[in-house]
């Protein structure tokens, strides 16, 4: 059984479409050999001398259901709707362990399934393989009616790296000046930068590609790798855990806590996962108490007020406070600067986070048409959120960056000052 799925149903009708000329073209000695059908409609081919068969079906959440898929490609993975994490699943859990899986899409931003796919492929045992647009033989520009003239630096470095002519440098220029921000998504040159072409990034890339290739394995992961750590407690030292809350489902946001050094701002650890409010208030106490009793700053929106009245009950003290609240509040107001903030110690010390998650984050976390930020479709933003809350604590208490020795800005020392 080899099973096609599209991402609609014209997609579905033009494929089959495609496999059903190339078979009509096949050699008529193989037409009425091995490959003569007993069966075929708009969307199944049957071979009954291979005891095969072909079908083409639509992203929906009960594709595959009832069947065993030997080959399963899923086209337009980026594509698919919001019910594509439900399709997906039901697919594979129609492929027997000998089976083969193809997930092939041209890229749709950086959030949704098939990016979450491409980024966890180490992790779910896919082979990566990126396919830039130079691999197409047609992709050439007409020199004659195009002097290509001197090359910038950055169409010299693909020359040298990539052996690209005349005529495609000149198709380059040409889709650049077309598609404009969108030519890196539909004209592919990396698997990085093209997934960045949707929603304007409120974080420097540059500066989380820095940071991500610094990244390290935590030096410690406890309750089932939903804590890491990277630098354990060191006698003397202050601590800030910034902690986003959620309200514990299986389905819905993640509920995160940052660890930070006070002082020098550095990423010590990180507590990522569903825990509802009660189960999170205990587990950040259990944290801080490691850190030296850490600070404990958590957003008191929504579920938060849960998590603090958890901290408090358990007679934790150090707990940060605006006036006679405990907690942070998440505002009009503080959101933006909180956001910038986390975005200036980014972009000035990138080598501060560990965390690839949280860079992950970081790449989908963008600005919308209408001016807000955070999360781009698909994807979450919890443990920048979290991050955002611990140096927005920092910023009041301690009044700048002092490892850079460099002012962010003009800080009150009063806490709950912006």
Known sequence: MTVQVAHNQES?????????????????????????????NVR?????????EYRVETADENAG?????????????????????EAL??????????????????PNGAGGVFYEEWQRADETGYTKHFFPWWYAEEYQGDVTKLDVGPLTDEEQELVSKHKLTDAQIAFRRTKKAQFRGLAAQEFAEDPVACFRASGESVFEMEAIER??????????????????????????????????TAGGGCEGDYSCAQVIDRVTGMQCAELYGH??????????????KVYNDALIAVERNNHGYGVIAVVENAGYANVYREGQQAGWLTSAVTRPAMI?????????????????LFLGECRTFVRHTDGSTGAAVGAHDDSVMAMAIAFAVRRTTSGGVESSG????????????L
């Open 12 to 40: 579905a009708e033009e494929i089959f479409k495609i496999v059903h000329r190339f078979l009509e073209n096949l050699p008529e000695a193989t037409q009425k050999g091995a490959l003569i059908t007993s069966r075929a």
């Open 44 to 52: 199944q081919i049957v071979f009954p001398h291979l005891d095969s």
């Open 65 to 85: 259901r009832g069947l065993t898929i030997h080959h399963l490609h899923c086209s337009e993975v980026a594509r698919w709707s919001r019910g594509g994490i």
């Open 89 to 106: 699943a039901s697919l594979r859990a129609a492929v027997p362990n000998d089976g083969d899986i193809a997930l092939e899409s041209t």
């Open 211 to 244: 940071a991500l290739q610094g990244c390290g394995e935590p030096l410690e992961m406890k309750d089932n790798r939903r804590l890491r750590i990277w630098f354990p407690a060191q006698k003397g030292k202050k601590y800030i855990i910034g902690v986003d």
């Open 275 to 288: 825990y509802p409010p009660q189960e999170l208030g205990k587990r950040i106490v259990e944290l801080a």
């Open 340 to 356: 910038e903030n986390l975005a200036a110690v980014l972009l000035a010390e990138p080598m501060l986070f560990h965390s690839s």
């Open 406 to 417: 460099m002012e962010l800005a003009s800080v009150s020392r009063e806490p709950g000052c």
